[in-house]
């Protein structure tokens, strides 16, 4: 590791860990509450079935298991982390943060702690931090996890987020490199928008504007895609994975062609986990690690958009 205060030549991701919740919840279940067909949500979504957190399973604690999981992955321990910064829009109270009860579960206590809010590209902006924080010498080490509980702030009977928005958690640990392993990000946002994804005042759930939002990521954000890529200095051609919020099959899908690489490898964890929000990229890319469909040092972008309205793309190389 890096001492503290000397700048590193790159950061990495050294390790992957994930936490899904047990309770597996399918389209028939998902379908009656909304009163839609099963096969509707399969066809329009592409969610099979997704994970819903039970009384036990909070924001804090999927997410120090998955934290937990990511340092063993890389063969570390807690103190090699400086900086926890959880990815989360659905902490059941704004006050206190969810980071620093994480940095104590995982036993990295004294270790700074602090939440972002870009809800579904939460994760891809924790990451661009956590890059910047090790490059410049001020952390050795940086954890940065993905956790929802959506289940908590969609009502099940709405048939425009009830059957799409799940729970889980994951997370990446970034450590110093001797050469860059995630490239800048390419991020913005677009606030005059905001109102398409927003939690009601009235209902205390969230309200999506689904047709809007999949014209806006379609079209709008297929340049940060290009952006992202010149970055890092490759053509969209070079890209072998690609890593996109699971927002759902037709935008992954949309997008996907955008790159137009030959034999790039998408993630569609979409359809077995559902939209997981800021926790969607993380567990997308672990699951298309974990089937041997990309290996060490794959370019890899991912690609987390969603309420704000928030976008951020990097490239990553596999770890």
């Known amino acids: 590791m890096a001492a503290l205060g000397r700048p590193a030549v790159g950061a990495r991701i050294a390790g992957l860990g994930v936490y899904r919740p047990s309770t597996v919840v399918s389209n028939e279940e998902a379908a009656a509450a909304a009163e839609v067909d099963a096969d509707w949500i399969a ?23 998955a934290g937990s999981k990511a340092l063993a992955d890389a063969g570390a321990t807690a103190d090699a982390v400086d900086v926890v910064i959880l990815a989360t829009c659905s902490m059941p109270s704004p006050m206190p943060n969810g980071a620093a009860s ?127 890529c010149r970055r ?21 899908k949309a997008l996907a062609q955008h790159i137009g690489a030959p034999d790039l490898v998408t993630a569609t964890d979409v359809t077995d986990s559902g939209n997981t929000c800021g926790a969607s990229v993380p567990l997308a890319f672990h699951a298309l690690r974990q089937s041997g469909r990309v290996h060490s040092g794959d370019p890899v972008l991912l690609f987390g958009f969603g309420a704000g309205l928030t976008y951020a793309a990097q490239v990553v190389l596999c770890p």
């Not at 066809?43 to 994970?51: I, M, N, T």
């Open 102 to 228: 994480v940095a104590a579960g995982i036993g990295c206590g004294p270790a700074a702690g602090f939440d972002v809010n870009a809800a579904c590209s939460g994760f891809s902006h924790g990451l661009a931090v956590a890059d910047a924080l090790v490059r410049a010498g001020t952390a050795g080490g940086v954890l940065v996890v993905g956790s929802e509980r959506m289940s908590d702030w969609v009502d099940a009977g709405d048939r425009n987020t009830g059957p799409i928005f799940a729970d889980g958690a994951a997370a990446a640990l970034v450590l110093p490199s001797h050469r860059p392993e995630i490239f800048p990000v390419a991020w913005g946002s677009d606030g005059d928008h905001a109102e398409l994804i927003a939690i009601s005042a009235e209902s205390g759930y969230m309200e999506m504007a689904g047709p809007k939002v999949f014209r806006w990521t379609t079209t709008a954000l297929t340049s940060v895609i290009d952006e992202a």
């Open 232 to 252: 890092a200095g490759l053509a969209r051609t070079d890209v072998k994975a690609f890593v996109p919020h699971q927002a759902n099959l037709r935008i992954i």
């Open 43 to 65: 066809q329009r979504v592409g969610v099979r079935e997704r994970r819903y957190a039970n009384a036990a399973e909070t924001v804090v604690s999927m997410a120090v298991e």
